[in-house]
């Protein structure tokens, strides 16, 4: 069984940066790649960002490359989604979801969700 825990969410300002934080416990080990998928109301639940545990490898929507970057602490079980420059379009809840094999933008491949955790971009 996996669970995983954002955090880090919160009100900023256009411009202005957030670090969210997924924090995975469980059979850890039975998961390949961690992504980062948002969803506004009203939207559907896009794919943000992808890290492979065993690669490294990264992947990012065109909407926010140069502006997030994701990282990982293996130690920690832990994936991490730095957002700089921020925009009003950013704003939706925020989730990070974990992979079997692989990172993938398909929803319905991914077996473990977050709760979620809302960002809003605003002044």
């Known amino acids: 069984q996996l669970q995983l825990v954002e955090s880090g969410g919160g009100l900023v300002q256009p411009g202005g940066s957030l670090r969210l934080s997924c924090a995975a416990s469980?059979?850890?080990?039975?998961?390949?790649?961690i992504s980062w998928f948002r969803q506004a109301p009203g939207q559907e639940r896009e794919g943000v960002s992808c890290?492979?545990?065993?690669?490294?490898?990264?992947y990012y929507a065109d909407s926010v490359k140069g502006r997030f970057t994701i990282s990982r602490d293996n130690a920690e079980n832990t994936v991490y989604l730095q957002m700089n420059s921020l925009k009003p379009e950013d704003t939706a809840v925020y989730y990070c979801?974990?992979?079997?094999?692989?990172?993938?933008?398909?929803?319905?491949?991914?077996?473990?969700w977050g709760q979620g955790t809302q960002v809003t971009v605003s002044s």
């Open positions: 469980g059979f850890t080990e039975d998961y390949s790649a």
């Open positions: 890290i492979s545990r065993s690669t490294g490898s990264t």
């Open positions: 979801a974990a992979h079997r094999n692989y990172c993938s933008g398909r929803i319905l491949e991914y077996d473990y």
